[in-house]
């Protein structure tokens, strides 16, 4: 069977500050430079949620976009929107809100919500040109 790829786009403002409370002041400057304003800084998040499966025959759907942008709305722009990630969201009291840990938090979050045999893929851009892609653990890793 054919597989198509759709894709639902989001958007989220939020603040979030780069830094590890085990090293000193001085370390988290070198690596995280701005990111690490004790004051935080905030990114006009873009989110693209693809879904990757067969045609179902019945619909014509991969997957109802109704259905992927209200999960979308629920489970990542009511809980990241307009929040400081390190402050508000728990996934991030002991975790780093990088784009890289970002995105993969939303993938946890929005995997149990697909059909089981859909890829699910999310990009999330930092800013227009810093962006990250995450589609899951990979199963062939040794």
């Known amino acids: 069977m054919k597989q198509v790829t759709v894709s639902r786009k989001a958007h989220f ?4 500050r ?4 085990d090293w000193s ?11 690490n304003n004790p004051f935080y800084h905030g990114h006009n998040y873009e989110l693209i ?4 499966g067969t045609i179902d025959p019945e619909t014509g759907y991969v997957m109802d976009m109704k259905i992927l942008k209200d999960l979308i709305k629920i489970h990542v722009e009511d809980a990241f929107d307009h929040k ?9 009291a002991s975790l780093i809100p990088t784009a890289e840990h970002i ?5 946890e979050k929005l995997r149990p919500k ?5 890829d699910l893929s999310i990009t999330l851009y930092e800013t227009p040109r810093n962006f990250v892609q995450y589609s899951g653990p990979n199963l062939n890793q040794n």
């Open 25 to 35: 002041d001085a370390k988290n400057q070198e690596v995280f430079d701005k990111c």
């Open 103 to 107: 995105a993969v938090v939303i993938w």
């Open 18 to 21: 780069l830094f590890r409370k």
């Open 49 to 52: 949620v693809s879904v990757t």
């Open 84 to 92: 400081n990630l390190n402050e508000q969201v728990p996934e991030f």
């Open 13 to 16: 403002n939020a603040a979030h």
């Open 114 to 118: 697909i059909h089981k045999e859909h």
